[in-house]
Nanobody
Framework: QLQLVESGGGLVQPGGSLRLSCAAS????????IGWFRQAPGKEREGVSC????????YYADSVKGRFTISRDNAKNTVYLQMNSLQPEDTAVYYC???????????????????WGQGTQVTVSS
């Protein structure tokens, strides 16, 4: 199992921004597509975004389209999720994950992802 470590979460006011990072430990992240998921208390896990490694294609859930941007820095072995115009409904634990089929984004079914980070809390509140 691949080791992924998220960071960058925190408390932010509505309308604010945060940038989450997903770093790889012990392997080269460049080869892998990476997805971001979130889970709010009492709610099911939701796929947020994904970036492939084959051609850099990006995918977003409708709920975050136009506000969130996923990117990768292969030199730093890191994938980022830039989150702008945050709203209270974005409050959740955010996870990054690598899919079983390494290079392509398989959609947002959690079962298609085999390696997960420990999560980072994002709280949007005034």
């Amino acid at each position: 199992q691949l080791q992924l470590v998220e960071s960058g979460g925190g408390l932010v006011q509505p309308g604010g921004s945060l940038r989450l990072s997903c770093a790889a430990s012990g392997f080269t992240l460049n080869y892998y597509a990476i997805g971001w998921f979130r889970q709010a208390p009492g709610k099911e896990r939701e796929g947020v975004s994904c970036i492939s490694s084959s051609d850099g294609s990006t995918y977003y859930a409708d709920s975050v389209k136009g506000r969130f941007t996923i990117s990768r820095d292969n030199a730093k072995n890191t994938v980022y999720l830039q989150m702008n115009s945050l709203q209270p409904e974005d409050t959740a634990v955010y996870y990054c994950a690598a899919p079983w089929v390494a290079t392509m984004c398989p959609g947002f079914a959690g079962s298609d992802f085999g390696s997960w980070g420990q999560g980072t809390q994002v709280t949007v509140s005034s």
